[in-house]
């Protein structure tokens, strides 16, 4: 039985200073220390199985499709032409999951920290990457995702961070010299996308990001989606680019998007460019 008192069997998170959110563990799956951090599997009955990092929630079985889809078929399709994509992060596989649903992809690249996350999410979130990592497209490297841009040379048309919050080991993801190496690894008219928070909550990381994008790229802005496990209003996603696929019509996403014959529970073409329409409070936040 749950106590609402103590918050006992309830899962608290405490991401931000003025605001938390609990979610009623049902039954706990997993529960360990990894070298990096702590990390908890529990069942809720309205999410499913749910993960948690340092109690914060990245993902859950029920809306894990909103994030990953506008992280991956809005750069994507806006592209038009995207053959190879690298994600940094994302070691439940549910990025690769939604990339690798585009037969035109040919190489996945993901650069995960922690080989922990990857092991367990397979055991455990298996709904999650529901077959991504036997996709022979995927190509996993165990590694920190700042050291690989550093140290890499190939380059891709997408490039995706699915990290954390900037606490922690996802803290480095979120530097202007980690984005300037993301810059380099960019094949001609690619795409970055970032995952940046919740502006209402956490505006000063969407600042301290489009700030650096504003030096980097010709066109940077971001895009909205409300994740309901992702508390606070809707989350906002960073777009860096030299090209102006930003600005692709509603036609043309919409022929790409067929073409691409991938269905989806969230994205629609119609929903990717209502996404880069910003309310003032988040266009406020971009210098
Ligand atoms: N990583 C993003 C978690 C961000 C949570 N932040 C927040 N609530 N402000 C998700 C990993 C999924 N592949």
Redesign the pocket.
């Known amino acids: 039985m749950s106590d609402p008192e103590t918050m006992r069997d309830w899962s608290v ?1 405490r ?2 200073q003025d605001h938390g959110q609990a979610l009623r563990v049902a039954q706990m799956h997993y529960d360990s220390e990894t070298d990096h951090q702590r990390l908890l599997v529990f069942e809720n009955p309205t999410f499913g199985r749910i993960l948690t990092l340092d109690g ?4 859950t079985e029920a809306d ?1 499709f909103i ?2 889809e506008m992280l991956t078929h809005v750069p994507i399709l806006a592209h038009g032409a995207a053959k190879r994509v690298l994600i940094v ?4 596989g ?2 690769a999951r939604e990339v690798l649903k585009h037969d035109s992809i040919e190489q996945v690249t993901m650069v995960e920290i922690d080989a922990g996350v990857v092991d367990f999410s397979k055991k455990y979130l298996a709904a ?1 990457s529901d077959g991504a990592f036997d996709d022979l497209r995927l190509d996993l490297v165990i590694n920190d995702g700042a050291v690989f841009m550093k140290q890499n040379a190939d380059v891709y048309d997408v490039i995706i961070i ?4 900037p606490v922690g080991p996802g803290e480095v993801l979120f530097t202007d010299h980690f984005y300037g190496h993301a810059k380099a690894r960019l094949a001609e008219g690619g795409i970055l996308v970032t ?1 940046n ?2 502006p209402f ?2 505006g000063d990381e969407l600042t301290g990001t489009m700030r650096a994008f504003k030096t980097l790229f010709s066109d940077y802005s971001c895009y909205l989606a409300s ?1 309901p ?4 209003g809707p ?1 906002a996603f960073g777009w860096g680019s030299d090209s102006n696929a930003r600005h692709v019509d509603l036609t043309t996403l919409e022929a790409r998007f067929k073409a691409a014959g991938i269905s989806t529970d969230y994205y629609t073409p119609e929903v990717h460019r209502g996404a880069f329409a910003l309310p003032p409070f988040v266009a406020r936040l971009i210098p």
């Open positions: 998170e991401l931000h914060v929630v990245q993902v894990n994030y990953h992060g994302g070691g439940d549910g990025m999650i699915d990290s954390t919050d995952q928070g919740v909550l956490q994740i496990t992702y508390a606070g989350m």
